[in-house]
């Protein structure tokens, strides 16, 4: 999974945030808090995120409203499987991984575990 954009994780970041479907207006608007950017430009990175598959879009009357196919935590782990993928020893690249996690995300890290182990219990 190649990593977004710069102004792409931008507008994904507010979809994800918001966690309702909203207009490029609404999104231009947000970021012009900030910094100015171009109404065209959202409207085009936008497009291009739908192109991707990375937002499904309705219509409302003359505008399109867009909403996330993939959640950030689905976008975040994928970014580690691609990353985990780099290694030619997987467990070794785990290991550092988890060298560098506090005790809190370590905590986080075994509950996951126990679930996706009771998970995986429960489909066979």
Request: charged fraction near 30%; aromatic fraction near 8%.
């Amino acid at each position: 999974m190649r990593r977004l954009g710069d102004l792409e994780a931008e507008i994904m970041d507010r979809l994800w945030t918001w966690n309702r479907p909203a207009t490029v207006r609404n999104v231009v608007d947000d970021i012009n808090k900030t910094r100015p950017v171009a109404y065209t430009t959202v409207m085009t990175v936008t497009n291009i995120l739908y192109s991707k598959g990375w937002l499904l879009r309705g219509k409302q009357g003359r505008a399109w409203l867009y909403t996330p196919v993939r959640s950030r935590e689905a976008y975040a782990a994928a970014l580690m499987e691609d990353g985990l993928g780099e290694s030619k020893d997987r467990p070794a690249a785990l290991v550092e991984f988890v060298s560098n996690m506090s005790e809190d995300e370590m905590a986080a890290l075994r509950k996951a575990l126990r679930t996706a182990g009771r998970q995986e219990k429960a489909k066979r």
